[in-house]
């Protein structure tokens, strides 16, 4: 099976919609720098995120993200950091084959459901860049369409 497709049936909705939110939308949005793509996937109001910075130092670990609009900001300047990156294989094939969801809990209108990153990018003449943490995504069922509202990210694995 190809890695980039959702590996659930339409039978799934929920985690068959979820996938392609949190994987295929997402990492085709941020590897052509277009949050627009995925503007609407997220709810504004009461949106907000922790950091954890990739940091097993509880104190390290922060309110990262007051709104939507600190979150897009930080987002369109990873996407624009990352475009600038020599890499010696196609990063999209390495996104999806060392991302999974897993964890899932789906109450109601309600779901959280953790995104886990275990692998590494190999870089022109650089050390590789360790993809090694999980986030948990806070999604709420909105106008019968799943709706970001929120994180915990960057939790070192």
């Known amino acids: 099976m ?7 049936t339409p039978d799934y909705k929920d985690q068959f919609e979820i996938w392609d939110l949190l994987i295929r939308r997402d990492f085709e949005a941020f590897l052509q720098q277009d949050w627009e793509a ?12 922790l950091d954890f910075k990739k940091s097993t130092i509880e104190s390290n670990w922060k309110l990262g993200y007051a709104n939507l609009e600190t979150y897009r900001k930080e987002w369109i300047k990873e996407s624009e950091r990352f ?18 969801l ?21 870089v022109h003449e650089a ?7 999980r986030s948990i995504f806070l999604l709420q069922r909105n106008n019968y369409k799943w709706k970001i ?9």
């Open 2 to 8: 190809l890695k980039n497709l959702n590996p659930f």
């Open 38 to 49: 995925i503007a609407e996937d997220y709810l504004a109001d009461g949106f907000y995120g």
């Open 83 to 100: 475009k600038q990156i020599s890499f010696l294989v196609n990063p999209r094939n390495i996104l999806y084959e060392c991302c999974r």
């Open 102 to 122: 897993e964890h899932w809990q789906i109450m109601d209108s309600k779901c959280s459901v953790h995104k886990v990153f275990n692998g590494s990018l190999p």
């Open 127 to 133: 050390d590789p860049i360790l993809l090694r943490w």
């Open 149 to 157: 509202t929120g994180f915990i990210g960057y939790m070192n694995l």
